[in-house]
C-alpha cells in the first residue's frame, strides 16, 4: 500500500477544546471518505482561521518544492579533477613542464599549458553537467500556481473566499476550482460539478480524467494508480473542466509532484559507456606509461648507462605512449555530432549522450504524445447491421472550407444520424486553427473534439448541424451517470434530411444522449434499425455487447448514442434518459504516429528493443504497442502497476526483459523499471514528456524529452530533447550516435596503434643499445601533426554501411573488443618493426651521426598517415569507398605530408627538430617502408570480408 507519512498540528477544534498533540499519520486519502478526510485534518468546510493557517505553516513548512542533496561546489571539482584520463593529462604536463626545466626549451612550456587547458576544458564541463538536477528543480517549482481561491475563517468568524499565494497553503485549507485553474497541492474532493482534470503530464493518461467525491471503498484496495484516483487533485495538474471544492491534504515535497523531486533529487546519473571505457583507457595507459619507464630505466642501468639520462629516454618514451590529442579530438568529434543531431531534430543538452545513443539496447517509451499522436480520432461507427472503419477518412486532414462539401459518404443512412447526435450533443468547438487557417482545431474535451471532427469529415459541421436543430436544454456529463443529455428542436429538417426520421412522430423536441455504450443501452428499450424504430431484444443487446468488447478490446474508447422523441419540455432533462431508443456506438482511439512504425522496425532491425510504458489502460497500451510491433500481435505480456508494487527487485529484473508493455505506472515504477533494465546489463534510452516521466529520464543512460509537449521538467532532467517530438528522430539520433561512436573507435584504434609503435621503436632502440631515434620535440611533433588534424577527420567519417544493422555494443565491451585489440597489437608491431628495420638498416650504413634518426622519424610520421587512411572503414578498402568520402582527412593528410617534408628540408624547421637533409634514395626508402602498414590493414580487411562471406568460420573479432 502507498503511503505518505506527515505530521501535521491539530487546529483547535470548533467548539474551542484545547489542540491535541502533533499527530503522526500514515494516510491513503482516495479510500478516505470527504467527511473522514476532514476530521482527520481537524478543518471544516468553511475553512481555517488565520491562526490555526500561521500554525500549520509553521510545523508544515511553505507550499513548495525544497532542493536538497545536491553536492557542494568542491566536491564536484574534486571528483572531476581525480578523474583517472584527467590525472594521466596532468602526469603529462608534469613530464612535459620536467622535460622544459631540463632542457629549457620553450616548446615544452607551451604543450605543458595546452594539455592543462584541455583539462580545465574537461572539469568545467563535468562541473557544468552536475547542476542538470537543480536546473530540474527549478522547473518543477515554476509548475506551482502562484494564487489559489480559498476558503478560510475571516477574523469575524464568517467563512470568506480568498486569493492567497500557492506558497501559504496548508493541509486543511478548502481550495475552490474551476476550469484554467492549475492545481496547487494534493487535494481531496469535497463537491465536483463536471470536474475533470488533464492529468497528462503526471499519470500518462490522454483524457482529462473525471473527478468526483466518492470513495474509493475497501474493494479497491490501498495500492489504486494514480490515473485511478477519481477523488484526488494532484499538484501541478490542471483543471480542463467543471467545477468543485476541494480539502488540502498534503503540500510541498509530500505531494505526488514532491515525490517526483525527491526521486530527482535521490538518482544518481549512469556513466556513458563511452566514459567508462575512455576512463579504463586512460588507467590502461597510466599503467602502461608507469611499466614502460621502469623497465627503460632498469635496462639503461643494467647496460651502464648513466641514470639521469635513462630517465630522460623514459620521460620521452612516456610522451610518445601518452595521446595528448585524445580529449580535445573526443570534444571536438561529440560537439560536431550534436550539431548534425540538431540539424535531424535531435537538441544534445550533453555530449556524452551522443556516443550513447549508438550503444542503447532498450528504448522505453511514453505512449500519449510520443508514440501516439496525442489527439483523439473516431474510426468505427458502429449500428445495427453495419460497421464501417472510418479512420482513413479522419486521418486526412480537409481544410475548412471543404466541410460544407459531403466528401465522403456514410453506407447506412443511421451513421449520418449517428455522427451528426454526437456533433450536436458536445460541448467541444471546432475551428480554423489559428496558426494554420486551412486546418482544423478543437477547443474543449478531446473526445467530443474528435467526434466533431469526424462529423465534418462527413459533411455534418457543427455549426450547421446546431444552426437546423438548436440546443433549449442539457444535463452535463456526469462521472455518476457517465451520460450527456442534450434537448434540441428543429428549426430546418431539410438541412440534414438524414434527421427527419426522428422527428416522424410530430414530436416538438428530441433528446440526444451521449455515454458509456454500457450505460446508455442499458437505458435504452428499443433500436434504429433501416430507417424504422424496433424493439431492442435480446439478441441485438448482445450484438451490441459483442461489438462494443470487440472495439474495446482493440483498444478503443467506445461511446453509444441514443435518443428520446420528447412532446413537452421537462422540469429536469435528466428524467429523459429512459426509454431511449439506440442508434450506435463511436470507436475512437489516440491513433499512433504514421512515422513511429517504421521507426520501430528499424529499432528491431538494430538490435534495440523499445518498451512502452504508460500511465493509460492496459487494453489500449497493448493494441497500440502491437500495431506498432512492439508487442507481438498475438500474446504480449503486460503488467500494471499494481502487478509491479507486488513484485520484488529480483522477481523484476527476472521478467523485465521479456515484457513489453507496462501500463498505469507511476513515476516510481519507470524507476524501477529502468533501474531493472541495468543491472540486466542494459543501456537504456527512456522518451518522455511528462512530469512523471523526470526520475527515469534522470536515471536511464539517456533521457530523451519532447521538445514541443514536454514540460519544463522533463527537458532539463533530460540528456536530448527532441525539436520535433517525432519517435523516428530517435532512430536517427541513434543512427548518428553509432556513426560517431564508430568514428571514436576509429580514431581510439588509429591513434592507439601509433603510439604503441613508436614506444616499441624507441624501446628497441634502446635494447639493441641505440640511441634514441627521436628528440622529445620531435615525438610531440609527430604526435601532434598524426594525431591532430587527421585524428579529427577521422571523426567525421560518414556512416558505414550496415550502422543499423548490426547489434549495440554491449555496456560492458571494451574499446578494444571486435577486433581492435588484435589490430593494434598486429598493426602496431608491422609499425614498429618496418619503422626499426629502416632505423636499423640505416644506423648500420651511416652510424650513429647519419641520417638514421631523420629517417625513423620520417617512415613513422608517414606511415601513421597511411594508417589513417586505411582504418577510415572497419571493412571496406579504400579503394572501394574512395578518396572523396571524407575530403577534409585527405587534405589533412596532404598537409601533414608537407608539413613534415618541410621540417626534414627547410633549414630552420632542421636545427629546431634536429633533422637532416635526406637524399632521394634516402627519402624513397622511407616512403616506401610506410605503405607497408597501408597494404597490412587492408589485407586485414580483406580476410574479414572473406570470413563474412562465410559465417561458419567467422571468428567473433570482427571489427
Avoid at 629516454?313 to 550534436?338: D, N, R, S, Y
Wanted: hydrophobic content about 45%.
Amino acid at each position: 500500500m502507498t503511503t505518505v507519512t506527515k505530521t501535521i498540528l491539530s487546529q483547535p477544534s470548533l467548539n474551542g477544546s484545547v489542540p491535541t498533540d502533533a499527530v503522526t499519520f500514515a494516510r491513503d486519502w482516495h479510500a478516505q471518505d470527504a467527511d473522514e478526510a476532514l476530521r482527520v485534518l481537524d478543518a471544516s468546510r468553511e475553512g481555517l482561521s488565520e491562526a490555526e493557517v500561521a500554525r500549520r505553516r509553521a510545523e508544515s513548512g511553505p507550499n513548495e518544492l525544497v532542493e536538497r542533496g545536491l553536492k557542494s561546489p568542491w566536491q564536484i571539482l574534486w571528483e572531476q579533477a581525480t578523474a583517472v584520463m584527467i590525472l594521466v593529462l596532468v602526469g603529462a604536463a608534469m613530464i612535459k613542464a620536467f622535460v622544459a626545466i631540463q632542457k629549457n626549451e620553450p616548446r615544452e612550456w607551451i604543450d605543458a599549458g595546452a594539455i592543462m587547458a584541455i583539462v580545465v576544458l574537461n572539469i568545467a564541463l563535468g562541473v557544468f553537467q552536475e547542476y542538470r538536477a537543480e536546473k530540474a528543480m527549478a522547473a518543477l517549482k515554476r509548475m506551482s500556481a502562484p494564487l489559489v481561491r480559498v476558503r478560510r475563517l475571516a477574523g469575524d468568524g464568517q467563512s470568506r473566499v480568498f486569493d492567497v499565494p500557492s506558497r501559504e497553503l496548508v493541509p486543511g485549507d478548502i481550495v475552490l476550482f474551476e476550469a484554467g485553474n492549475v492545481v496547487p497541492a494534493d487535494c481531496r474532493v469535497l463537491e465536483a460539478a463536471n470536474l475533470r482534470a488533464q492529468e497528462a503530464s503526471l499519470t500518462g493518461e490522454s483524457l482529462p480524467s473525471d473527478k468526483n467525491s466518492l470513495v474509493l471503498g475497501s474493494a479497491s484496495g490501498g495500492d489504486v494508480p494514480l490515473g485511478d484516483r477519481a477523488n484526488t487533485l494532484f499538484m501541478g495538474t490542471a483543471i480542463s473542466y467543471g467545477r468543485g471544492v476541494a480539502v488540502v491534504v498534503e503540500t510541498g515535497m509530500s505531494t505526488q509532484l514532491g515525490r517526483i523531486a525527491e526521486l530527482i533529487q535521490g538518482v544518481e546519473g549512469e556513466k556513458t559507456p563511452l566514459q567508462r571505457r575512455i576512463q579504463g583507457l586512460g588507467l590502461m595507459l597510466a599503467l602502461a606509461v608507469v611499466l614502460i619507464v621502469s623497465l627503460m630505466f632498469a635496462l639503461g642501468v643494467a647496460q651502464g648507462r648513466a641514470p639521469l639520462q635513462m630517465f630522460l629516454a623514459g620521460v620521452a618514451v612516456a610522451v610518445a605512449a601518452i595521446p595528448e590529442g585524445l580529449p580535445a579530438v573526443m570534444t571536438i568529434t561529440l560537439a560536431l555530432g550534436a550539431q548534425r543531431m540538431l540539424k535531424r531534430g535531435a537538441l544534445i543538452r550533453t555530449l556524452p549522450a551522443v556516443e550513447t545513443l549508438g550503444s542503447v539496447t532498450t528504448i522505453c517509451t511514453d505512449k500519449t504524445g510520443t508514440l501516439t499522436e496525442n489527439k483523439m480520432r473516431v474510426v468505427v461507427l458502429d449500428v445495427a447491421g453495419h460497421s464501417t472503419d472510418i479512420s482513413e477518412t479522419c486521418r486526412r486532414g480537409h481544410p475548412m472550407r471543404d466541410a460544407d462539401e459531403a466528401t465522403e459518404a456514410l453506407p447506412a443512412n443511421e451513421q449520418t444520424i449517428l455522427l451528426a447526435m454526437g456533433a450536436l450533443c458536445n460541448d467541444a468547438l471546432l475551428q480554423s486553427h489559428p496558426e494554420q487557417p486551412t486546418e482544423w482545431a478543437t477547443i474543449g474535451d478531446p473526445t467530443e473534439g474528435a467526434i466533431l471532427v469526424a462529423a465534418a469529415h462527413f459533411a455534418l459541421p457543427k455549426s450547421r448541424l446546431e444552426a437546423a436543430f438548436p440546443r433549449v436544454a442539457e444535463a452535463p456529463f456526469s462521472s455518476e451517470r457517465k451520460r450527456m443529455t442534450t434537448l434540441h428542436r428543429a428549426a430546418d429538417l431539410t438541412a440534414t434530411p438524414a434527421l427527419q426520421v426522428l422527428w416522424a412522430e410530430e414530436n416538438e423536441l428530441v433528446a440526444f444522449v451521449k455515454g458509456s455504450a454500457d450505460g446508455v443501452l442499458e437505458h435504452s428499450e428499443r433500436m434504429l434499425m433501416d430507417g424504422a424504430v424496433l424493439p431492442l431484444d435480446e439478441a441485438a443487446r448482445t450484438r451490441i455487447r459483442a461489438a462494443n468488447d470487440a472495439l474495446a478490446q482493440q483498444g478503443l474508447r467506445v461511446l453509444g448514442v441514443a435518443y428520446r422523441a420528447v412532446f413537452e419540455f421537462p422540469d429536469d432533462v435528466e428524467t429523459l434518459e429512459d426509454n431511449l431508443i439506440f442508434v450506435g456506438l463511436l470507436g475512437m482511439i489516440d491513433p499512433p504516429r504514421p512515422e513511429v512504425r517504421e521507426a520501430v522496425e528499424k529499432c528491431l532491425l538494430a538490435g534495440i528493443r523499445p518498451v512502452m510504458i504508460t500511465g493509460d489502460h492496459p487494453l489500449t497500451a497493448l493494441e497500440i504497442a502491437r500495431q506498432l510491433k512492439i508487442a507481438p500481435r498475438e500474446g504480449g505480456e503486460v503488467l500494471t502497476g499494481s502487478d509491479l508494487s507486488r513484485l520484488t527487485t529480483q522477481e523484476l529484473e527476472a521478467v523485465v526483459e521479456r515484457v513489453p508493455v507496462y501500463a498505469r505506472v507511476s513515476p516510481e515504477h519507470k524507476l524501477r523499471i529502468v533501474e531493472a533494465l541495468q543491472k540486466r546489463g542494459q543501456v537504456v534510452a527512456m522518451t518522455g514528456d511528462g512530469v512523471n516521466d523526470a526520475p527515469a529520464l534522470r536515471r536511464a543512460n539517456i533521457g530523451v524529452a519532447m521538445g514541443i509537449a514536454g514540460t519544463d521538467v522533463s527537458k532539463e532532467a533530460a540528456d536530448m530533447v527532441l525539436t520535433d517530438d517525432n519517435f523516428a528522430t530517435i532512430v536517427r539520433a541513434v543512427e548518428e550516435g553509432r556513426t560517431i561512436y564508430d568514428n571514436v573507435r576509429k580514431f581510439v584504434k588509429y591513434i592507439v596503434t601509433s603510439n604503441s609503435a613508436e614506444v616499441t621503436v624507441m624501446f628497441l632502440t634502446a635494447a639493441f643499445g641505440m640511441p634514441l631515434p627521436m628528440t622529445t620535440l620531435q615525438i610531440l611533433w609527430m604526435n601532434l601533426v598524426t594525431d591532430g588534424v587527421p585524428g579529427l577527420a577521422l571523426g567525421l567519417e560518414p556512416t558505414e554501411r550496415g550502422a543499423m544493422t548490426r547489434a549495440p555494443f554491449a555496456p560492458g565491451e571494451s574499446l578494444f573488443s571486435r577486433g581492435i585489440g588484435r589490430h593494434i597489437v598486429v598493426i602496431g608491431l608491422i609499425l614498429a618493426l618496418s619503422c626499426f628495420g629502416v632505423g636499423l638498416w640505416a644506423y648500420q650504413k651511416w652510424g650513429a651521426a647519419g641520417p638514421w634518426g631523420t629517417m625513423v622519424f620520417m617512415t613513422l610520421t608517414v606511415s601513421q598517415l597511411g594508417h589513417a587512411m586505411a582504418v577510415r572503414s572497419n571493412r571496406e578498402s579504400l579503394f572501394a569507398t574512395g578518396l572523396r568520402g571524407n575530403p577534409l582527412l585527405l587534405w589533412a593528410v596532404l598537409t601533414t605530408l608537407a608539413l613534415q617534408l618541410g621540417v626534414v628540408y627547410l633549414p630552420p624547421l632542421q636545427a629546431l627538430f634536429s633533422t637532416q637533409a635526406l637524399g632521394a634514395s634516402q627519402l624513397a626508402i622511407c616512403l616506401a617502408a610506410s605503405t607497408i602498414v597501408f597494404w597490412a590493414v587492408e589485407i586485414e580487411k580483406w580476410l574479414l570480408r572473406r570470413a563474412d562471406q562465410n559465417p561458419s568460420k567467422a571468428q567473433p573479432v570482427a571489427l
